[in-house]
């Protein structure tokens, strides 16, 4: 690793540190930068640990035992991972670092600053990987003893059985995999817990707060069912609460450590926030999500009138809804349906249904009881019973809310889920069988197979209520059976239909149609599959890219025994200017699109990919007219995916484009000169490289200057922090894949807002 100091200060570090810091390093880096009311904190780095493990001579020892390892061996595992970390705890820490860090906590405060010790492994926080729980956390921390000996206890934490476990499932080395920790002032906490900025099973646009008495803890472990507050962003008010009845708070102990304390009856039932705060904490999370551009989980305190950030990481559960298929029937349906005897209710936490038998969990040791396909009944996870939930087919808990551990796991699991239904352990029995509905929280005697209903409309009924946005939000599409899918999103339209696919899946080159006479078969075809998508989008835009298939692609069809062999297809023949080149080929293509347009189909525009100056396009025009096409109404437009196609883009206005459309994939790779199938240089792939922006801001400027549409259909088009990037600059549309749409919308959504405000302020 590059040689890094053994501390770092939050105000020194940003999120591009994580390999130094961790993930919860990095995140309270980046968040202090952009002024979130994040407690002061400093980080032991992981540069300190390795150093800690080569300077004691204890590395290749600690790595030797864990080679080979089977992690589904329970007892090979507690053994293993127990005999790591009395290594790890038997050497003393190297002096120099004894110095540094003390020094450190030295600067926090003059008499002792109370901290909390978190660790923050180099691999935690992922945007595809929580790693939740999987190492310890010390709070109520007093004095340079208890400091050393808390960070050290970090350290070895990063071999418990859960961790090395857990590393293995997701496929990362140990010894890639180091930790840093985290030293922080401790908040002492009148009120805390967990937000999500968008709704953790959904995705939809809403903050779930949920909060506690006390110190966090007792809402991350799910010692306790705490309050859940549901602030919607759009309206800016808070539109559904829970208060939950809370038995119990955890606050510091002395010195060192922490104590569970019970609540009096007032104090169980009463509301911990107010609405104020909860829309305070609401407008912090939109902050970090807007900053980080994706939805973010966030722990929160609260003392007096001051809020606190204690820790924010990515969402790594969000499950879109399936868009329906057409004439599919609708599975959400089944929620309505009775599903049998109720025998308790809880809070939906993660979606499913699933029955089996019940083993009740009271202590870890009893995890051994649970066989693959039985429902985990417990008073609350924690970290150690991730290899039984890992089994199980549902889990249901006493305790907890939507952000509770078992709530978390669960979801990343696609486990069905029910926490917090009070007295599961009380009512169920060893062996029961019951069914859960992870969706609607809700436990059914026996096993019950959900029915299936018919009507589609179930789903849009249930649907929220659209997100209206002044740039229009459009759809990819390749396969008309697509369609309805595509259409069910509420898109304003088809940004990119790729005909390719259409005429990839006849197995046979258009030159094949030609050669034996098949021009109406082929034609017919196109037809079909176009009016398909047209018929699903009336009077909405439907853009139609015309052929592009690499010869590579066309090789392996009937017809394509004669395409010649390319070094690199992708810079080689396809694209307008293989069809200016094979004229019958496009004009087969024409053919189909002029009896579209004739049949009353004005809604279908046309764009050529692959130009490279403006007489490309004036020659493929000329050839439509000469076949026909009235080219003065006709909707043409260009693909932007060559460098040289957004530096013309003025003198392409004026040869007649209606629309232009950016194709990232290509344009990045042509400017920055990377193939994107060559794994040799995939890691130079870079969508925002400064070269591509100033192209692409470019383009939309000149567009709109002359009131042309300007659109983006590539895969950047679906990521939300570049399509941000892009409302900023004044696209006129984006196309996005089917299963982008709804955080597409939402995040051009959110941009919009933030432009008027600013403007609102600025005018003020």
């Given at each position: 690793?590059?040689?890094?100091?053994?501390?770092?200060?939050?105000?020194?570090?940003?999120?591009?540190?994580?390999?130094?810091?961790?993930?919860?390093?990095?995140?309270?880096?980046?968040?202090?930068?952009?002024?979130?009311?994040?407690?002061?904190?400093?980080?032991?780095?992981?540069?300190?640990?390795?150093?800690?493990?080569?300077?004691?001579?204890?590395?290749?020892?600690?790595?030797?035992?864990?080679?080979?390892?089977?992690?589904?061996?329970?007892?090979?595992?507690?053994?293993?991972?127990r005999d790591v970390q009395d290594l790890v705890l038997a050497v003393g820490i190297p002096d120099h670092i004894k110095a540094e860090v003390v020094d450190a906590y030295a600067?926090?405060?003059?008499?002792?600053?109370?901290?909390?010790?978190?660790?923050?492994?180099?691999?935690?926080?992922?945007?595809?990987?929580?790693?939740?729980?999987?190492?310890?956390?010390?709070?109520?921390?007093?004095?340079?003893?208890?400091?050393?000996?808390?960070?050290?206890?970090?350290?070895?934490?990063?071999?418990?059985?859960?961790?090395?476990?857990?590393?293995?499932?997701?496929?990362?080395?140990?010894?890639?995999?180091?930790?840093?920790?985290?030293?922080?002032?401790?908040?002492?906490?009148?009120?805390?817990?967990?937000?999500?900025?968008?709704?953790?099973?959904?995705?939809?646009?809403?903050?779930?707060?949920?909060?506690?008495?006390?110190?966090?803890?007792?809402?991350?472990?799910?010692?306790?069912?705490?309050?859940?507050?549901?602030?919607?962003?759009?309206?800016?008010?808070?539109?559904?609460?829970?208060?939950?009845?809370?038995?119990?708070?955890?606050?510091?102990?002395?010195?060192?450590?922490?104590?569970?304390?019970?609540?009096?009856?007032?104090?169980?039932?009463?509301?911990?926030?107010?609405?104020?705060?909860?829309?305070?904490?609401?407008?912090?999370?939109?902050?970090?999500?807007?900053?980080?551009?994706?939805?973010?989980?966030?722990?929160?305190?609260?003392?007096?009138?001051?809020?606190?950030?204690?820790?924010?990481?990515?969402?790594?559960?969000?499950?879109?809804?399936?868009?329906?298929?057409?004439?599919?029937?609708?599975?959400?349906?089944?929620?309505?349906?009775?599903?049998?005897?109720?025998?308790?209710?809880?809070?939906?936490?993660?979606?499913?249904?699933?029955?089996?038998?019940?083993?009740?969990?009271?202590?870890?040791?009893?995890?051994?009881?649970?066989?693959?396909?039985?429902?985990?009944?417990?008073?609350?996870?924690?970290?150690?019973?991730?290899?039984?939930?890992?089994?199980?087919?549902?889990?249901?808990?006493?305790?907890?809310?939507?952000?509770?551990?078992?709530?978390?796991?669960?979801?990343?699991?696609?486990?069905?889920?029910?926490?917090?239904?009070?007295?599961?352990?009380?009512?169920?029995?060893?062996?029961?069988?019951?069914?859960?509905?992870?969706?609607?929280?809700?436990?059914?005697?026996?096993?019950?197979?959900?029915?299936?209903?018919?009507?589609?409309?179930?789903?849009?009924?249930?649907?929220?209520?659209?997100?209206?946005?002044?740039?229009?939000?459009?759809?990819?599409?390749?396969?008309?059976?697509?369609?309805?899918?595509?259409?069910?999103?509420?898109?304003?339209?088809?940004?990119?239909?790729?005909?390719?696919?259409?005429?990839?899946?006849?197995?046979?080159?258009?030159?094949?149609?030609?050669?034996?006479?098949?021009?109406?078969?082929?034609?017919?075809?196109?037809?079909?599959?176009?009016?398909?998508?047209?018929?699903?989008?009336?009077?909405?835009?439907?853009?139609?890219?015309?052929?592009?298939?690499?010869?590579?692609?066309?090789?392996?069809?009937?017809?394509?025994?004669?395409?010649?062999?390319?070094?690199?297809?992708?810079?080689?023949?396809?694209?307008?200017?293989?069809?200016?080149?094979?004229?019958?080929?496009?004009?087969?293509?024409?053919?189909?699109?002029?009896?579209?347009?004739?049949?009353?189909?004005?809604?279908?525009?046309?764009?050529?990919?692959?130009?490279?100056?403006?007489?490309?396009?004036?020659?493929?025009?000329?050839?439509?007219?000469?076949?026909?096409?009235?080219?003065?109404?006709?909707?043409?437009?260009?693909?932007?995916?060559?460098?040289?196609?957004?530096?013309?883009?003025?003198?392409?206005?004026?040869?007649?484009?209606?629309?232009?459309?950016?194709?990232?994939?290509?344009?990045?790779?042509?400017?920055?000169?990377?193939?994107?199938?060559?794994?040799?240089?995939?890691?130079?792939?870079?969508?925002?490289?400064?070269?591509?922006?100033?192209?692409?801001?470019?383009?939309?400027?000149?567009?709109?200057?002359?009131?042309?549409?300007?659109?983006?259909?590539?895969?950047?088009?679906?990521?939300?922090?570049?399509?941000?990037?892009?409302?900023?600059?004044?696209?006129?549309?984006?196309?996005?894949?089917?299963?982008?749409?709804?955080?597409?919308?939402?995040?051009?959504?959110?941009?919009?807002?933030?432009?008027?405000?600013?403007?609102?302020?600025?005018?003020?």
């Amino acid at each position: 690793m590059k040689e890094m100091p053994n501390v770092l200060w939050l105000e020194e570090i940003k999120k591009e540190d994580i390999i130094s810091v961790g993930g919860k390093g990095a995140s309270l880096g980046e968040m202090t930068a952009i002024g979130l009311p994040v407690p002061k904190a400093f980080v032991v780095t992981a540069q300190a640990f390795r150093k800690f493990l080569v300077e004691t001579g204890i590395e290749d020892t600690l790595f030797r035992r864990l080679e080979r390892l089977d992690v589904d061996d329970n007892g090979a595992l507690e053994s293993v991972s127990r005999d790591v970390q009395d290594l790890v705890l038997a050497v003393g820490i190297p002096d120099h670092i004894k110095a540094e860090v003390v020094d450190a906590y030295a600067r926090m405060g003059a008499n002792g600053t109370v901290v909390a010790v978190r660790s923050s492994a180099t691999a935690e926080d992922l945007p595809e990987a929580s790693f939740a729980g999987q190492q310890e956390t010390f709070l109520n921390i007093l004095g340079d003893d208890a400091l050393l000996d808390a960070v050290q206890r970090c350290w070895a934490s990063l071999y418990g059985a859960r961790a090395i476990y857990y590393r293995a499932k997701q496929g990362f080395d140990d010894r890639s995999v180091n930790i840093a920790v985290v030293v922080q002032e401790l908040i002492r906490s009148e009120k805390s817990g967990v937000m999500f900025t968008s709704h953790p099973v959904t995705g939809e646009p809403l903050t779930i707060v949920e909060g506690s008495w006390g110190l966090g803890e007792a809402v991350v472990s799910g010692s306790v069912s705490p309050d859940n507050y549901v602030f919607d962003l759009r309206s800016e008010r808070v539109v559904d609460r829970l208060i939950a009845e809370k038995e119990i708070m955890i606050v510091p102990e002395g010195k060192h450590g922490t104590k569970i304390v019970e609540l009096s009856a007032k104090e169980r039932t009463a509301p911990v926030l107010t609405d104020a705060e909860v829309a305070r904490l609401a407008m912090l999370g939109k902050i970090a999500e807007d900053h980080y551009g994706i939805p973010q989980d966030i722990e929160w305190a609260i003392v007096g009138d001051d809020v606190f950030i204690l820790q924010s990481r990515p969402i790594t559960t969000i499950r879109r809804p399936e868009i329906p298929r057409a004439g599919a029937e609708a599975a959400g349906q089944q929620k309505n349906t009775p599903l049998g005897v109720v025998l308790l209710e809880g809070q939906g936490a993660s979606p499913g249904i699933a029955s089996g038998r019940v083993v009740i969990v009271r202590d870890v040791k009893e995890t051994s009881a649970v066989k693959d396909g039985d429902i985990l009944v417990t008073k609350m996870t924690n970290p150690d019973m991730v290899p039984a939930m890992r089994r199980v087919s549902a889990i249901i808990t006493d305790e907890g809310g939507m952000t509770c551990h078992a709530a978390i796991v669960s979801r990343e699991l696609g486990t069905p889920a029910v926490v917090g239904t009070k007295k599961a352990t009380k009512i169920l029995n060893d062996g029961q069988i019951v069914t859960v509905d992870g969706e609607k929280g809700t436990i059914y005697e026996g096993a019950v197979e959900a029915p299936t209903a018919a009507a589609p409309a179930a789903v849009t009924a249930a649907a929220p209520a659209p997100v209206i946005t002044g740039t229009l939000v459009k759809v990819n599409v390749s396969l008309p059976e697509a369609a309805q899918r595509a259409a069910a999103t509420g898109a304003d339209g088809v940004g990119l239909l790729r005909i390719e696919h259409l005429i990839l899946g006849l197995s046979k080159t258009p030159g094949w149609y030609i050669e034996h006479d098949e021009e109406e078969t082929f034609i017919a075809e196109l037809y079909t599959g176009i009016k398909t998508v047209l018929d699903a989008f009336p009077g909405k835009p439907v853009w139609v890219r015309t052929l592009d298939a690499p010869t590579d692609e066309f090789r392996n069809m009937e017809g394509g025994e004669d395409e010649p062999l390319e070094h690199n297809p992708m810079l080689g023949w396809r694209g307008i200017r293989r069809d200016l080149q094979s004229p019958g080929q496009f004009r087969l293509q024409v053919e189909a699109f002029k009896r579209l347009w004739a049949a009353g189909y004005d809604n279908l525009g046309v764009m050529f990919p692959m130009v490279n100056h403006p007489r490309e396009f004036i020659k493929a025009r000329a050839m439509m007219a000469e076949w026909g096409v009235d080219v003065e109404t006709a909707t043409l437009g260009v693909m932007i995916e060559i460098p040289s196609s957004a530096i013309l883009v003025e003198d392409f206005i004026k040869a007649g484009i209606r629309f232009a459309s950016f194709g990232t994939n290509d344009l990045i790779q042509y400017t920055l000169a990377i193939d994107r199938n060559n794994e040799n240089v995939a890691d130079m792939y870079e969508p925002e490289h400064p070269a591509v922006l100033r192209l692409i801001d470019y383009a939309i400027q000149t567009c709109r200057a002359h009131g042309v549409e300007c659109s983006i259909c590539g895969q950047a088009g679906s990521d939300p922090k570049m399509v941000t990037w892009l409302v900023e600059h004044g696209i006129s549309s984006v196309s996005a894949n089917i299963d982008a749409i709804p955080r597409i919308r939402e995040a051009v959504a959110r941009k919009e807002r933030q432009i008027l405000l600013d403007a609102a302020r600025r005018n003020a």
